[in-house]
């Protein structure tokens, strides 16, 4: 098993083109696909979730694998629901663990016809392509948006259109705006006309160009490695001020931990205040990819911190809350949880172990949010660190061009 053994440099400098984001380019890869468009959507993300679903798109195989890809796999069932054909949609063993029945039910309830190849409630699914009659259901909002978005896609292909009505408290609702925000563009009307309502008119998605904005969650990563440091100087390309993603609050919370956004023409640069405030209280509920590199920081800054909303983080590509909670103990952090849905430290601390070797149980951000912590432990390192494949393969690549130091060993 590869390992990374990690030394920061002295001061950190760097330009950094971003990866795309890949929540827009699969959410613009099926739009695309619906609308039969004849544009093809630009500066995709060369990531396995991204390339995963141009596979998917492209080769129509009767049997699809999408390996870790949330997006994909939600995305598809919808999209595969209405379109012509028998698929069977699979994933790697984690993705079968996590759930689809609110997805597959909503879908069954406006007449798809899916069943499981599996578990009941989990891929592999099989589907077979159908016209979908019903056009108003309910459904819950309150363990993944994904299961919303996918559904929302499919709405302006329906002969009466969609409404959703949500019930529960809505969970990462950035990303069913995204999602409303990108129909839109590419034609279609969709709107919330309640707080807990979604109409989707039936009229067709046009074709337009589009070209994917740089992944603000990538971005957090860079902003860590600010944070962390004592000196850095960092730019990163192609993120905009009104960015589509609602990853893009990050920016605002990490200017409460000292680093500041001066917004330019090609993307941003971080500045160091150094005017970190002394604890950090936040619902992360909007923003649940961004609750690694938050934890770690605030961890590794000695500021104590108690994040909310954090519910849907046991079901990601791996149970984040147990992981962080293992891995900072031990870089000698003792981090506290309250109904799987808390996070919080009041500075509590254990003995380091002396070589800590972070295990990311196959999740790309265990790696990317763990990596800056070789800033303060020297030698640190990263396990399985090919994971960070699933959405910015070039991440190692960054943090040499940043002056990192990376040893592999075995
Ligand atoms: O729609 C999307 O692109 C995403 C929605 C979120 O998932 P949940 O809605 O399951 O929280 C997020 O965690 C994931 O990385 C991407
Ligand atoms: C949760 C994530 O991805 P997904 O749910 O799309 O697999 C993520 O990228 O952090």
Known sequence: MVRYKLTSPPMVKATIQLPASKSISNRALIINALGKGSYSPENLSDCDDTQVMIKALTENKETIDIMAAGTAMRFLTAYLSVTPGKHTITGTARMQQRPIQILVNALRELGAEIEYAGNEGFPPLHIIGTELKKNEIALKGNVSSQYISALLMIGPVLKNGLTLHLSGEIISRPYINLTLQLMNDFGAKAAWTAPNSISVAPQPYESIPFTVESDWSAASYWYQIAALSSKAEI??????????QGDSRGAEVFSRLGITTEFTAKGVKLKKTGNALKKLEEDLVDIPDLAQTFVVTCALLNIPFRFTGLQSLKIKETD?????????KKLGYLIEEENDSVLMWNGERCTPEQTPIIQTYEDHRMAMAFAPAAILYPDLQIAEPEVVSKSYPNYWEHLKQAGFQIISEK
């Open 320 to 328: 984040r809350i147990t992981a962080l909670r293992s891995e900072l």
């Open 235 to 244: 730019e990163l390309l192609g993120l905009f001020h009104h960015s589509y």
